[in-house]
Antibody, heavy 116, light 112 residues
């Protein structure tokens, strides 16, 4: 069955970097793009952008240009999200989600806590 | 950016009752290919969003027929009939017709 399994929670200090992974299984990884979604504590969902898993080309929403990088390890069917120069407002759960007609498949989420 | 306005913000429904959630868009969600990419999700506490309805009215696999979606253009509705305890959580609409993709602000369903 189709699964997206994300890496575990992270506790970081302001100014540090973090890399979150999203490992896909149950389908051909390069057939479907991967999206990233942010959810701050107690808040709603915000789309961050997506990566073409065939070409590796990322596309970022305006609020996520600069410190955010989407990347792939295609041989491992894994999409990654790296956030540099972490700020308190980056504290959130980050989800990966597979692009298809239904947008049904999401990872379980990775909580990133930024605190000094 | 497309703004999705969800109402109400919260709902208190008795078991077995009916709930209706509105999602209104600031512009038409009809894509140039004729499809309307408006989806509905339920996010239960501590979980990732689970798809209920895709493209306005198509129930996802395994979703009971108590859930139904309708609407067109800029005005969409999710109806939940015979509310059960497992229906509690926050409901979100998502549009992916226009870039950037946007979500509604959510409707919290609580059970009386």
């Amino acid at each position: 069955q189709i699964q997206l399994v994300q890496s575990g929670p992270e506790l970081k200090k302001p100014g540090e970097s973090v890399k979150i992974s999203c490992k896909a299984s149950g389908y051909t990884f390069t057939d479907y793009a991967m999206h990233w979604v942010k959810q701050a504590p107690g808040k709603g969902l915000k789309w961050m952008g997506w990566i073409n898993t065939y070409t590796g080309k990322p596309t970022y929403a305006d609020d996520f240009k600069g410190r955010f990088v989407f990347s792939l390890e295609a041989s491992a069917s894994t999409a990654n999200l790296q956030i540099s120069n972490l700020k308190n407002e980056d504290t959130a759960t980050y989800f990966c989600a597979r692009e298809d007609s239904s947008w049904a498949y999401w990872g379980q989420g990775t909580l990133v806590t930024v605190s000094s | 950016d497309v703004v999705l306005t969800q109402t109400p913000v919260s709902l208190l429904i008795s078991l077995g009752g009916q709930a209706s959630i509105s999602c209104r868009s600031s512009q038409s969600l009809v894509h140039s290919n004729g499809n309307t990419y408006l989806h509905w999700y339920l996010q239960k506490p501590g979980q990732s969003p689970q798809l209920l309805i895709y493209q306005v009215s198509n129930r996802f696999s395994g979703i009971p027929d108590r859930f139904s979606g309708s609407g067109s253009g800029t005005d969409f509705t999710l109806k939940i009939s015979r509310v059960e305890p497992e229906d509690l959580g926050v409901y979100y609409c998502l549009q992916r017709t226009h870039n950037p993709l946007t979500f509604g602000s959510g409707t919290k369903l609580e059970i009386k």
